[in-house]
């Protein structure tokens, strides 16, 4: 499912944070990563949780919901490939619960029983919320703490740099 991750072509500021990045020592980018995954990694789950209405969106998005440190971070959910309860997987079906579906699309097919074959109409989306283009869980969360995140990343690798070079 998502796999969110600000741009450092349409944000100036990272530009300059993601070429830093890459010219120090590799134990400084390690320490900018674990500090990283530790600051944001609550921010993140907070703003999914605030967001999450039902037990379905915090057992699909809410306890998977982590930060991956990189260059830059990114902001994951739904990211399990283990099946819940009932089947529901959420790496591979929770794009259909944040987007949602049309509720009366039916599905029809052909089924063999003692007495001969019959056609079977169901409503096999009725589960799943409406459609909603913009998300309603992961991605409005993210839209809401993404300056934040960004601006906490930025903080995190300059001072680890500057903190470096004063040793």
């Known amino acids: 499912m998502p796999v969110l991750q600000p741009s450092a072509r349409t944000v100036p500021l990272l ?31 907070d703003a999914v949780a605030a967001r999450a209405r039902t037990r379905m969106d915090a057992a699909t998005f809410g306890k998977g919901a982590r930060i991956a440190a990189g260059n830059p971070a990114r902001a994951m959910a739904a990211t399990s490939r283990r099946a819940l309860s009932g089947g529901f997987t959420p790496d591979r079906d929770g794009r259909a619960l944040e987007f949602g579906a049309d509720r009366n699309a039916e599905t029809t097919y052909r089924r063999r029983s003692r007495n001969g ?51």
């Open 15 to 45: 530009r300059g944070v993601v070429l830093a990045l890459k010219a120090v020592d590799k134990p400084i980018r390690s320490d900018i990563s674990k500090e990283t995954r530790g600051t944001l990694n609550p921010v993140w789950r």
């Open 117 to 167: 074959t019959h056609t079977v109409t169901r409503h096999t989306r009725r589960g799943l919320p409406p459609r909603n283009r913009k998300g309603r869980v992961v991605f409005p969360a993210f839209a809401e703490v993404a300056p934040r995140m960004v601006s906490m990343w930025v903080q995190i690798v300059v001072r680890n740099i500057h903190e470096s070079l004063e040793r």
